[in-house]
């Protein structure tokens, strides 16, 4: 299933990176009106501490909530820390999931690229 600006676009159809740049979106988008509850749009990681493992887990966890909401093509998501490639980027995050619409369950996971809003 694609999304409308997806379906104009006139390169092939790819679900991984579409849902890939979906997830990035939502990340690099910034809350207007506080931390209301199912807005699109996550806070800045940069405002929380890189050794507040309280913070980061609810991040992830408001996180996965926005991939449930905006992102239907990944189901049963999960995002997951993990350690990052140096020290000051000691954490990423993973998100995985299952793609649907396909014929038979395929997992799918990845990655946040570090320039994708974190």
Not at 5 to 23: G, K, Y
Not at 32 to 54: E, R, W
């Amino acid at each position: 299933m694609a999304f409308l600006f997806e379906r104009l676009d006139p390169a092939p159809f790819d679900l991984r990176s579409a849902i890939r740049a979906q997830v990035e979106r939502i990340v690099s988008t910034r809350l207007v009106d506080g931390d209301a509850d199912g807005q699109f749009g996550m806070p800045s990681v940069v405002d929380l501490s890189g050794g507040d493992q309280a913070a980061l887990a609810a991040y992830a966890r408001r996180l996965c909530r926005l991939i449930e909401r905006y992102e239907p093509r990944l189901r049963q998501p999960q995002v997951a820390l993990a350690p990052g490639p140096h020290a000051l980027m000691p954490q990423e995050l993973h998100i995985s999931g299952i793609l649907a619409g396909g014929a038979g369950e395929e997992s799918f996971s990845f990655a946040l690229a570090r320039g994708s809003g974190l």
